[in-house]
């Protein structure tokens, strides 16, 4: 999957699972700070995006994601460990 169809993806799930206006977000939107998300939040988020690739991505990488940029380097980052 391409960056952009990553991060399509990404939007798309954040808008479903915080009824978010997609066209108010960007790469650069901050999770926390644009959006409000949580703690209960994040982890709802890391849970979801484990069910739907198959793939958990480690609590040290979900401690430095700060944008939806940051989702998409963070599962671009596991297909690539995954491919090697």
Do not use: C, H
């Not at 901050?30 to 709802?44: G, P, T």
């Not at 988020?45 to 989702?71: C, H, N, S, Y």
């Amino acid at each position: 999957m391409s960056k952009d169809e990553l991060y399509q993806w990404v939007v798309t799930l954040l808008a479903e699972m915080f009824e978010l206006d997609v066209s108010e977000v960007t790469p650069a939107t901050n999770l926390y700070e644009d959006l409000d998300i949580d703690s209960i939040d994040a982890v709802d988020l890391a849970v979801k995006l484990k069910q739907l690739t198959g793939k958990r991505m480690g609590p040290e990488t979900f401690k430095t994601i700060r944008t939806i940029d940051d989702v998409v380097a963070a599962l671009q980052g596991l297909a690539t460990a995954e491919a090697a």
